[in-house]
């Protein structure tokens, strides 16, 4: 048994993970941070696997956020063509989407989960309470996941997400099981992400570019403040096309508002450059999922270039720069 941990997890959800098992186990660090998602950590990786001789009846467990269950879940499907392994989400994020669904991958010239396999886990195992290691600004991040299962979902899960106006954790929390149970209804449609899971991306196709630009650039921006911007740019997308009523987007971006104090979206090339390498795209055009209401969408709709900037100059009229 191998656990992969980050140095937060190492101190706060180890010690529970491991209680009353003994000491029949290896523990690999992993360096927490989105920036080390990358070849390098996998090869290192591999290496302690090899070196300790583990085989192909081993099981690993990813005891951490989405960078220790992305990079995690790669390593064990690619070392001796795959070995076992289960997911222990430590972070809101990783509990509601990153942990479910069987995708990996690792970070590769600059683009965001740009090699990785699909493999589901074992098992996913999770604790709410271990969220409460998180600090404020990681535990937003995650809420823009939930924000994003809302618009999808609409109705009720819509207004009782709404209902959440501060950073109230017990909400939170008890929506927690909801928000995974709309994740697993899209993947157990569509494991290998060809149609309906396409959904999910929504607010992720110019959400991951940013993201992958503000990392390159060495700028910290979490995934959910990523995510964030995207659903309120893609939702511009919408209306500019006339598919979305502009109360809506108002609805939408006053809500995202209430969490995200969101920047300026300046390197617009570069952006659009990383969208160009986005994996859902077909043919060198890029498709984005878009909100004909809350509730409703529509998948892989073909957006040109000069639309997605239109949509950025729009969006930039409503945030301030940091």
Known sequence: MIFFVDENTANYCL???????????????????????????????????????????????????GTVSDIGGFVASTYKRGIRFINVPTTLMSQIDASIGGKTGINYGGIKNIIGTIKEPEAIFVFPNFILTQDLRELTSGFSE??????????????????????????????????????????????????????????????????????????????????AIGMVIESVIAVRRGILKRKVLQEIRDYIALFFDLPKIDNLDDIIGNMKNDKKNRNGKIRFTLLEDIGHYVLDVEVKVHEIYDAIAEYNLSYKSL
């Not at 529970?16 to 003994?22: K, P, T, Y």
């Not at 941070?33 to 090899?50: A, R, S, V």
């Not at 709404?162 to 899209?186: P, Q, R």
């Open 146 to 227: 939930m924000i994003k299962h809302a618009l999808l979902k609409g109705g009720s899960l819509w207004k009782r997400t709404k209902e959440i106006t501060d950073f109230n954790i017990n909400k939170i929390k008890s929506l927690i099981g909801e928000n995974i149970a709309v994740k697993f209804d899209f993947v157990s449609k569509d494991l290998y992400d060809k149609n309906i899971r396409h959904a999910l991306n929504f607010g992720h196709t110019v959400g991951h570019a940013i993201e992958s630009c503000r990392l390159t650039k060495g700028q910290k921006l979490l995934h959910g403040e990523a995510v």
């Open 15 to 65: 010690p529970v993970a491991i209680s009353g098992l003994g000491d029949n186990f290896l523990v690999v660090d992993i360096k927490a941070g989105e920036e080390y998602k990358n070849l390098e950590t996998t090869q290192n990786l591999w290496d302690i696997l090899l070196s300790n001789e583990i085989d192909r009846n081993a099981i690993l467990i990813n005891l951490g956020g």
